[in-house]
């Protein structure tokens, strides 16, 4: 029986890959206004209690519904293109094991649940959402093919879930992490492009229209600035005026050399050990990684900490 609804494209489980479960870590960067406001004596009232908590919860389960509704359609326009990639042939709308029939009918009740999910906590977030389904539409359907373009939509995807979350509970997210945000996104995008060029380049199997308007060395420059760009963003962020009275502390550029390290550490994946496809899965499987991500919120909540009892 299993066999037949296989073949007939309605397994459950390939549905679940196709929704790529493992791509909701990306959505954690909703949780960033909440963790701040938290220890913003300005914003406390916003976030404290569990119905702040709740409500950017729900949030980010709003944008893994309405993110798995962008990967099936996606998926669904790519799948002939995908039949002929050696990876992508795999999944299941390529490889046949879910049809494109259903595979609409969910991502239609995913984008409808995500959208609803927002306006039920408030109005500007569900207009949010929309924006955002409304912004992936556009890149699946045209602005992908754009070189630069492209890896630019991917990072104003991210701000947008930063939005979110500060919306979630109606606090104020300041425009430096804002920035800081779509600079990390953009930097991790111009590594994963990147990586697919240097891949295309050796097997014309990989190659996509979007690539075609990279150049590798251009890349390697855009990829130096970004980085660049987002230590001193966060740096200037942790050091300026309006943070140190906003968290009553001037020690949160503590924080500014695991960031550093971060940055160059992916920069050696990327080009020592020809990482950076996936990043999801190089900041969830690398340990040097993980250790730095966590000594990071470690020195922060201290921080936090001693700015809170006055010290």
Same mark, same amino acid.
């Given at each position: 029986?299993?066999g037949?609804?296989?073949q007939r494209?309605w397994?459950?489980?390939?549905?679940v890959?196709?929704?790529?479960p493992?791509q909701?870590?990306?959505?954690?960067v909703v949780?960033?206004?909440y963790?701040?406001?938290?220890?913003?004596?300005?914003?406390?009232?916003?976030?404290?209690?569990?119905?702040?908590?709740?409500?950017?919860l729900?949030a980010?389960?709003?944008?893994?519904?309405?993110?798995?509704?962008?990967y099936?359609?996606?998926d669904?326009?790519d799948?002939?293109?995908?039949?002929?990639?050696?990876?992508k042939?795999f999944?299941p709308?390529?490889?046949g094991?879910l049809?494109?029939?259903?595979?609409?009918?969910a991502?239609?009740?995913?984008a409808a649940a995500?959208?609803?999910?927002?306006f039920?906590?408030?109005?500007?977030?569900?207009?949010t #959402? &929309?924006a $955002? +389904?409304g !912004?992936?539409?556009l890149?699946?359907? %045209?602005? =992908?093919q754009v070189?630069l373009?492209?890896a630019?939509i991917?990072?104003?995807?991210?701000?947008?879930?930063?939005?979110?979350?500060?919306?979630?509970?109606?606090?104020?997210?300041?425009?430096?992490?804002?920035l800081?945000?779509f600079?990390?996104?953009?930097?991790?995008?111009?590594?994963?492009r990147?990586?697919?060029k240097?891949r295309?380049?050796?097997?014309?199997a990989?190659?996509?229209?979007?690539?075609?308007?990279?150049?590798a060395r251009?890349?390697?420059?855009a990829?130096?600035?970004?980085?660049a760009?987002?230590?001193?963003c966060?740096?200037?962020?942790?050091?300026?005026?309006e943070?140190?009275?906003r968290?009553?502390t001037n020690?949160?550029?503590?924080?500014?050399?695991?960031v550093?390290?971060g #940055? &160059?550490? $992916? +920069?050696? !994946?990327?080009?020592?050990k020809?990482? %950076?496809e =996936?990043?999801?899965?190089v900041?969830?499987t690398?340990?040097?990684?993980?250790?730095?991500?966590?000594?990071?919120?470690?020195?922060?909540?201290t921080?936090?900490?001693?700015?809170k009892?006055?010290?």
């Amino acid at each position: 029986m299993g066999g037949l609804i296989a073949q007939r494209g309605w397994c459950p489980l390939a549905l679940v890959r196709a929704m790529r479960p493992s791509q909701w870590t990306k959505n954690g960067v909703v949780l960033a206004a909440y963790f701040f406001a938290r220890w913003d004596p300005s914003q406390q009232g916003n976030a404290a209690g569990w119905g702040a908590l709740v409500s950017v919860l729900a949030a980010v389960a709003a944008f893994c519904a309405a993110s798995s509704a962008v990967y099936l359609i996606n998926d669904i326009h790519d799948r002939e293109a995908d039949r002929a990639h050696p990876q992508k042939r795999f999944r299941p709308l390529a490889s046949g094991t879910l049809a494109v029939a259903p595979a609409v009918l969910a991502a239609a009740v995913l984008a409808a649940a995500g959208v609803a999910a927002g306006f039920a906590i408030n109005a500007g977030l569900g207009e949010t #959402i &929309l924006a $955002y +389904l409304g !912004l992936q539409a556009l890149y699946t359907y %045209g602005l =992908r093919q754009v070189a630069l373009v492209d890896a630019f939509i991917i990072a104003i995807g991210f701000v947008i879930r930063a939005v979110a979350g500060a919306l979630a509970i109606d606090v104020r997210i300041s425009p430096w992490l804002l920035l800081c945000a779509f600079l990390l996104a953009l930097f991790l995008a111009l590594c994963k492009r990147r990586h697919e060029k240097v891949r295309s380049e050796s097997d014309e199997a990989l190659t996509r229209e979007a690539l075609d308007g990279y150049d590798a060395r251009v890349l390697d420059q855009a990829i130096a600035v970004v980085s660049a760009a987002t230590v001193v963003c966060y740096a200037l962020y942790t050091l300026s005026e309006e943070t140190v009275k906003r968290f009553d502390t001037n020690r949160l550029g503590l924080t500014i050399p695991f960031v550093l390290f971060g #940055i &160059l550490r $992916y +920069l050696d !994946l990327v080009y020592r050990k020809g990482g %950076g496809e =996936r990043p999801e899965r190089v900041l969830l499987t690398d340990r040097v990684l993980i250790v730095t991500i966590l000594l990071y919120g470690l020195t922060a909540l201290t921080v936090f900490h001693l700015a809170k009892d006055g010290v």
